[in-house]
């Protein structure tokens, strides 16, 4: 029997104050969702747009919701209707097409850029070069529809520590660099959304804001 009350309980304890806990409710149901938000859980991801809209349809409006997935653009507007937050924004396209439906539904977005720090070549994200070459052109800065929060990151799936310490320090240190050179009067420019339930404990160490944990706390997902 997974108990999500105690799982929540027991992960709270490993985490900082002010480190916030994303509870990743992907493929759970509505009603594991409301165990953890009867604890006093308040901020949930999901990765796909239907099941984000379905879900928050079921459930208290007081959730924030954090968008972690794959976002395409036709599935945008959905998703800027009932999220808070999107983790995974890694084009200026999509961007731009947040901050449109963001205006239209006067509502701020969140957006963290999505940066590729995995050794992997599969996993999505913005490379180093690509991230500054983007925030140069300062056509960002004519989104009123949206914030630049911070940055997300996802490391490889590997046993290695050391591999997945040296990612998460990459993006730590590329934080540091953009917010040095972009962000610097900006105060919302804060996050740092790393670590999942296999390595947040290593992301915490190397400066997360963010954690995004699923499996510990809802169980093994049946895809
Ligand atoms: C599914 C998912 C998570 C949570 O993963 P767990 O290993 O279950 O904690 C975190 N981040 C993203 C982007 C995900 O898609």
Not at 16 to 28: E, G, N, Y
């Amino acid at each position: 029997m997974i108990n999500i009350v105690s799982n929540l309980k027991n992960i709270k304890q490993l985490l900082p104050p002010q480190v916030k806990l994303i509870a990743v409710s992907k493929f759970h149901p509505v009603s594991s969702i409301l165990d953890a938000y009867n604890a006093g859980q308040l901020l949930f991801g999901e990765s796909r747009m239907q099941e984000l809209v379905e879900k928050q349809e079921h459930l208290p409006s007081n959730i924030e919701w954090h968008f972690i997935g794959n976002l395409q653009s036709n599935k945008v507007k959905a998703v800027v209707a009932c999220a808070n937050t999107i983790h995974s924004v890694d084009s200026w396209k999509l961007l731009t097409e947040i901050n449109k439906y963001a205006l239209a539904a006067n509502k701020k977005i969140n957006c963290l850029l999505e940066i590729r720090i995995a050794r992997e070549d599969t996993k999505a994200g913005l490379s180093f070069d690509d991230c500054r070459e983007f925030l140069s052109t300062n056509n960002w800065k004519d989104l009123n529809g949206i914030h630049i929060v911070g940055l997300m990151g996802m490391a490889t799936n590997t046993d290695d520590g050391e591999q997945i310490r040296k990612e998460f320090r990459s993006l730590k240190s590329f934080f540091e660099e953009i917010k040095l050179n972009h962000f610097e009067n900006e105060v919302y420019f804060k996050e740092i959304s790393m670590g999942m339930s296999d390595d947040f404990t290593i992301a915490i160490e190397e400066g997360a804001t963010m954690v995004r944990i699923g499996s510990s706390i809802f169980g093994h997902r049946e895809y």
